[in-house]
């Protein structure tokens, strides 16, 4: 059976939500997932992995972990995997799992794949799906070599409770070398955010280049508050500098997985519809009626978004009150 090992990074004291899809994949694929948890935060991580079928957890707590960006945890996990020989590590492609993949396959010598949208096992051999070429093609790719490493998207899989059991908790040596703690976090700011996580919201409300001007974001700021949904955007405003990065949906972007996606002045670019297509129902408004979003799209409103959007708000504020 293989061993497979998950980086568990942790966010707001839970585990981040990739981590939870990584989990319910791995157990699929073989018994007793490990997972390896580095974070002062960590006990607290500990039941929600449980639930959903990790087998037994490496725990560290040194608040090393979390001070001095990723170096004590890399220091941490390439050791552990050096002593245990998992036969594949996977990781979430945020900034904090790319960042500790980079270094704990540099110290492993180990094989990367990077971008994965999900894994398979035959035996002991991994394989990675990814997408390539601006996403036309899917590819399997055989991830070689002693414990390869694979980062995988979040959102490319589904998230479940499963397999639920009290997960053995095993305590990581507290072994922190001074000279990986140069580098120290001085403060962290959460960016003020009102209503649901672009990745989580179950209704999003995204906009293009139809918008015209980064102004007519209000539009989309209001619908989302009416719907509880978040704003999303295509990567031709991100660039324009109308809204920031963290917006952006695509290839380049997040992949989100709403109930809804209502596509505003968005052409439909592949580069973008990778990223939402996933979608259980997808809106398109678009004065072009051959926009390429409408091929995707359950229901298509052919029009200026610019005047659809304020009419879907006020029937909307007349309904709500
Ligand atoms: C390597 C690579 C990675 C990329 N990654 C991403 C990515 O992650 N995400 C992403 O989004 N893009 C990505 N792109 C860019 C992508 O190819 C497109 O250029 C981009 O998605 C276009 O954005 P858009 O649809 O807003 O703009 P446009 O293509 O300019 O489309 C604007 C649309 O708005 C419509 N429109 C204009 N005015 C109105 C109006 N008043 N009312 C209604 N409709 C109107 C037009 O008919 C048109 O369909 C990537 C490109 C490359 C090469």
Request: with cysteine; aromatic share 4%; hydrophobic share 45%.
């Amino acid at each position: 059976m293989p061993r497979i090992w998950i980086y568990g990074e942790v966010s707001d004291g839970r585990p981040a939500q990739v981590v939870l899809e990584l989990l319910t994949r791995a157990r699929q694929l073989t018994d007793g997932v490990e997972v390896v948890v580095l974070d002062p935060d960590g006990a607290a991580v500990v039941d929600e992995l449980g639930a959903h079928g990790a087998a037994r957890i490496h725990l560290g707590t040194e608040t090393a972990y979390r001070d001095h960006l990723s170096q004590p945890v890399a220091d941490a996990l390439s050791a552990l995997a050096l002593e245990h020989h998992p036969d594949l590590i996977l990781f979430g492609a945020t900034y904090n799992g790319r960042d500790v993949c980079a270094r704990v396959s540099a110290r492993l010598g180990a094989t990367v794949v990077a971008n994965g949208l999900d894994v398979e096992m035959a035996g002991d051999q991994a394989s990675v799906r990814s997408s390539i070429f601006g996403a036309t093609q899917d590819v399997a790719t055989e991830a070689g070599g002693p414990t390869p490493c694979v980062l995988v998207r979040p959102r490319s899989l589904v998230a479940e409770p499963g397999g639920a059991r009290t997960p053995e908790v095993v305590p990581v040596p507290a072994a922190v070398r001074p000279e990986h703690c140069r580098v120290r976090r001085l403060e962290s700011v959460a960016a003020p955010a009102a209503g649901p996580k672009l990745e989580e919201a179950a209704i999003v409300v995204s906009g293009g280049r139809g918008l015209q001007d980064a102004s007519n974001f209000a539009l989309l700021e209001r619908l989302a508050e009416l719907v509880h949904g978040a704003v999303g955007a295509s990567r031709a405003v991100v660039d324009a500098g109308w809204v920031p990065y963290a917006r952006q949906v695509g290839q380049t972007g997040k992949t989100v997985k709403p109930k809804v996606y209502i596509a505003c002045g968005i052409s439909g670019a592949m580069q973008h519809t990778v990223g939402m297509k996933g979608a259980k129902s997808i809106v398109a408004i678009n004065k072009d009626p051959d926009a390429p979003i409408f091929k995707l799209a359950d229901l298509g409103i052919v029009g200026d978004t610019l005047k659809v959007l304020p009419a879907v708000i006020a029937e909307l504020e007349k309904r709500t009150g």
